[in-house]
């Protein structure tokens, strides 16, 4: 369902450490030897930019990718490793604080050598659990039990706001149970699908062999997890489908959910995830898939309890196998690391760990982050580039041609309404009750997992609060949320090759301030225009310009679905919000940039212009080497388009660059005039 729209970029503050670090360092401004000239801009602009680097920065063998935004979230972890570790060196610390439970969770995340001794034990009350089901009312529990502590499910099953009544926070459920990336890895019928489907079997079978289970019983269980996933996949929307939010919306109450499933007795699956009292439910909840909630019904009857009882289980073992014995973590890896994404070595054990502190009290490592790393500094100059391409874009809205004054007037009254977020919440997350110690991993994130579920349910029914943030300040990445009708910039995504102090603002405008460009322009692609200022799904366009914008981002498709990589084809249609989001991005960027080059002397920087510097700036953000493997990923399940593409794509719809370059008619990267499109 279309909640928030993010888009994978990075910077850190401009502050003494990021100056001093050799990696961070090498990414300010130009650099000519990254660059092949051998390839014309006008034929190639990515290739021309980064083709030196390609060939030079090869994955490392604990990556599947590489490239800037993987070189800084590694750069980013080293930060958070020295706060971890410090945290664990300290003594006598109160119960609760930051430093208590950030150095409690990470000293048993490095206790591999109590973790190796206790094998799968930590599961054993879970399993135990699973195996004594032996009816439907108990299979009705346990869904509950093991989806409030996080232990996989048939379906989500989340708190969040009312996409038609954005003041209100209500159940939202949808489609899940899989374990494959997405439902086509079960339906696709080609080479590579099968292939991935058959080693993905041998992984499931390698899981219960670890159990202790014979290689008879281990492969018919594993056929038993490919028979239901494949049933719940074809029940499945795929995901151009759930692009559509109106296609996502169903509201119902509970009676009306009882009726969907009624096999599925919703009021002893709700009692177990603690959701007793009927305010949880007085102003309904969301289905996202009616259909799928239809087959899951279905598949209570057909599906024996046996049967199920192997799905849990494999369920069980497969989300918690990175915080089990070196067994569980290489099988895991072996099919997830090397398989799915083509990674050859598995991480250090810090990195993974690290990850896991993120996950579990990310806010609380957030503030310990922010009081080393955050310069106010930067988070003026960034307050002072979103100001900026707001003015371009409002410039832009009211001279379009093709809207109608009427849009027009309802597009300016949101774009005035969207609120900035940059740095860190202004109010942070409260971790009181939270339970971390030093005596056990498994349990210090079970216990995590449950905080924060809780955390999330509790807020049903409360008024939505509009100080929250749905990044930690240490992630390296930026978001727009259509329902706050906001754009949020952590201050883990102001330093180089994004933001820059000592840069000239081509650079910076080609950098941060494209990227601040996509993420407005996400409150007006295909999905986010659906909402209003106040972040209602709500209808504030005029039939006619809908058509016309309609036909303007058709093209976007057409052209997007003609990129390939490895005869493997971009899905347009999939891809179209974040490829809306990089060609409007760019243009009001542009034009920011130009307003800031008025009635100043354009000079020549490293033989560019600024027009040029400003293109190469966007260019060498995404240079990006990755696994095959990867790239098939990508293409399947990524709604952004392969780095290449959201190069080349946008500049080869921008007059702007044709110009800057001199670009001609018979030159590759050139379309034909009437496929070019401008939307903002």
């Not at 159940?171 to 993905?200: A, F």
């Amino acid at each position: 369902m279309y909640k928030i729209i993010i888009i994978c970029l990075l910077f850190v503050a401009a502050n003494a450490y990021s100056q001093k670090d050799p990696v961070i360092e090498s990414m300010r401004g130009i650099n000519k030897a990254n660059f092949d000239e051998s390839v014309l801009p006008c034929q190639d602009f990515y290739q021309y930019v980064n083709g030196n680097w390609l060939k030079n920065n090869p994955v490392p063998p604990e990556f599947p990718r590489w490239g800037n935004f993987i070189i800084l979230d590694d750069e980013n972890n080293k930060i958070c490793k020295s706060i971890e570790e410090e945290a664990t060196q300290k003594t006598n610390l109160k119960k609760g604080s930051n430093y208590q439970i950030i150095g409690d969770l990470y000293a048993t995340a490095m206790d591999s050598a109590k973790i190796e001794s206790l094998g799968y034990t930590p599961l054993k009350p879970y399993l135990d659990k699973i195996n004594a089901i032996a009816t439907i009312p108990d299979l009705n529990k346990l869904i509950g039990y093991l989806s409030l502590n996080r232990f996989g499910g048939v379906f989500s099953l989340y708190a969040g706001q009312d996409e038609k009544s954005s003041e209100d926070i209500i159940l939202q459920m949808g489609q899940g149970g899989l374990t494959l990336p997405e439902r086509d890895y079960y339906t696709k019928d080609d080479e590579k699908s099968i292939d991935i489907r058959n080693k993905y079997f041998e992984h499931v079978k390698n899981v219960f062999k670890l159990l202790g289970l014979n290689e008879a019983d281990a492969f018919d269980n594993a056929n038993i997890i490919i028979k239901i996933e494949t049933r719940l996949a074809k029940a499945s929307m795929t995901r151009v489908e759930m692009r559509d939010p109106e296609a996502t919306y169903h509201k119902m109450y509970l009676t009306d959910l009882q009726f969907l499933t009624p096999d599925f007795n919703w009021t002893t699956y709700f009692n177990e995830m603690g959701l007793i009292d009927s305010k949880y439910f007085s102003k309904g909840l969301i289905v996202g898939q009616p259909d799928f909630f239809k087959e899951f019904n279905t598949m209570l009857k057909d599906v024996s309890i046996n049967e199920w009882k192997v799905y849990f289980t494999f369920h069980l073992v497969n989300s918690n196998s990175g915080y089990l014995s070196s067994p569980f973590v290489e099988e895991s890896f072996k099919f997830n690391g090397q398989v799915l994404s083509g990674q050859k070595a598995m991480q250090p054990r810090w990195k993974r760990m690290t990850g896991v502190v993120n996950r579990s009290a990310g806010e609380l490592l957030g503030q310990l982050y922010v009081e080393k790393m955050f310069s106010p500094k930067a988070k003026e100059r960034a307050k002072e580039m979103v100001s900026n391409i707001m003015a371009s874009l409002k410039n832009r809205i009211e001279n379009l041609s093709w809207m109608s004054a009427e849009t027009k007037k309802a597009a300016l009254y949101k774009l005035s309404k969207i609120v900035v977020k940059i740095g860190y919440p202004d109010k942070w997350k409260d971790f009181s009750g939270l339970e971390i110690s030093r005596n056990s991993f498994f349990d210090n994130v079970v216990s995590a997992q449950l905080f924060n579920y809780i955390k999330n349910l509790d807020k049903i029914g409360k008024p939505v609060d509009r100080d929250e943030w749905g990044m930690t300040p240490q992630t390296v990445n930026a978001y727009y949320s259509a329902q706050k009708n906001e754009i949020v910039f952590p201050a883990a995504i102001l330093q180089p090759p994004f933001f820059d102090a000592e840069a000239d603002d081509a650079l910076n405008y080609g950098g941060i301030g494209a990227v601040i460009g996509h993420e407005i322009s996400h409150g007006f692609d295909d999905q986010g225009r659906k909402f209003d200022a106040e972040g209602n799904m709500k209808d504030w366009w005029t039939k006619d310009d809908e058509t016309k914008y309609n036909a303007l981002t058709d093209k976007i498709v057409e052209q997007f679905n003609e990129y390939a990589l490895d005869k493997a084809h971009v899905n347009g249609k999939m891809t179209l919000g974040e490829n809306i989001g990089d060609l409007g991005g760019l243009t009001v960027s542009y034009y920011a940039l130009e307003k800031s080059l008025e009635g100043k002397e354009k000079k020549l920087i490293d033989g560019f212009t600024p027009e040029q510097r400003f293109f190469i700036s966007w260019a060498q953000v995404w240079r990006l080497n990755q696994s095959p493997e990867r790239d098939l990923l990508q293409i399947n399940t990524d709604s952004h388009s392969p780095s290449r593409f959201r190069v080349n794509g946008p500049y080869s719809n921008m007059l702007e660059f044709i110009n800057a370059f001199g670009c001609k008619d018979s030159d590759s990267m050139m379309r034909a005039k009437d496929k070019i499109v401008t939307i903002w």
